[in-house]
């Protein structure tokens, strides 16, 4: 288990973690999420002791390490660019933290076997770093954090300098791989795709400080502020009768192509078809902008792709206040989604 206190650090006028306080149970891999600036490697690096804090504190499995050095904290730490020596072989970068420990030959030997089967790279291991492409050199990275048998496992950014497809082959095997070892994991990404597709939490940062805390679901369906809504997806924001706006889901946007009690007209900008689906860009009469998400056979059977116009209307949404402090969640018109 990991436990932050009131966690704040600044640099000269910049204020870049606020009074952060979390619980990450043990066995979890939770992603730390937001934008960029927001706050979320310098709190991964005061966790690894990268960094001190200015004030507060960090547990770890029930012992205060807030000043305790890197080496004391029990953290395997993997960086955004490997950070692999060239000249080492793959078998050799993975034994590197066993031989500054001093580990015995015999056992140092066989955990590097184990980790190079784990990470799918035994047939690898007399390769060096500049043989291996970018995926290979991550799990290389990943191996060495591993074998030091840490009791946290940081990640920052360990995919952002791979290209898209290798990077979603990567999240599914980090997924998998976490499963076999279940060791506590915290990720941070800027990508809500990735956050939501790989974490069992998420916590979602701005400006220094927690915006939301939970399962990936449950931010996703049930934002606690219009920041984390639109941070974790695309959002519609729809005016209704009493003269607010409501914010939802593309798909849960309802489209016809006749108006229906309390729908909007709008007129078709684009209609692109992913996959099963049709994405429509809309734009309501008074200029508002709408995102919808429907079925390709809905599309197909109410010829979407050759309409000018549409009605649309919220299906679920969310309401928040001024202060986008708690949101108000609502199912409004039908219980099924367009």
Known sequence: MVHLENVSRRFTTLSAVRNVSLQIEGGTLVALLGPSGCGKT?????????????????????????????????????????????????????????????????????????????????????????????????????????????????????????????????????????????????????????????????????????????APRDLYERPASLFAMRFLGPVSTLPVQSGQSVHARPHHVRVEPEAFPGSLKANVLRALQRGGSVHLDLRLEDGSPVAAEVALSQALERRMFESAALHVAAVEYCTFSAADAAPAPHLALETVCA
């Not at 080492?88 to 030997?109: C, D, I």
């Not at 941070?188 to 939970?214: C, K, S, W, Y």
């Open 42 to 214: 310098t709190l991964l690096r005061i966790i690894a002791g990268l960094e001190c804090c200015d004030r507060g504190r960090i547990v770890i499995e029930g012992s205060d390490v807030t000043r305790r050095p890197v080496f004391d904290r029990g953290i395997g730490f993997v960086f955004q660019n490997y950070a692999l020596f060239p000249h080492l072989t793959v078998r050799e970068n993975v034994a590197f933290g066993l031989r500054v420990r001093k580990t015995p030959a015999a056992r140092a030997g066989a955990i590097v076997e184990e980790m190079l089967d784990l990470v799918g790279l035994t047939a690898f291991g007399d390769r060096h770093p500049a043989q291996l492409s970018g995926g290979q050199r991550q799990r290389v990275a990943l191996a060495r954090a591993l074998a030091l048998e840490p009791k946290i496992l940081l990640l920052d950014e360990p995919f952002a300098a791979l290209d898209v497809h290798v990077r979603k082959e990567l999240r599914t095997w980090l997924r998998d791989l976490h499963e076999r070892t279940h060791v506590t994991t915290l990720l941070v990404t800027h990508d809500p795709e990735e956050a939501l597709e790989v974490a069992d939490r998420i916590a979602l940062m701005n400006d220094g400080r927690i915006e939301q805390f939970g």
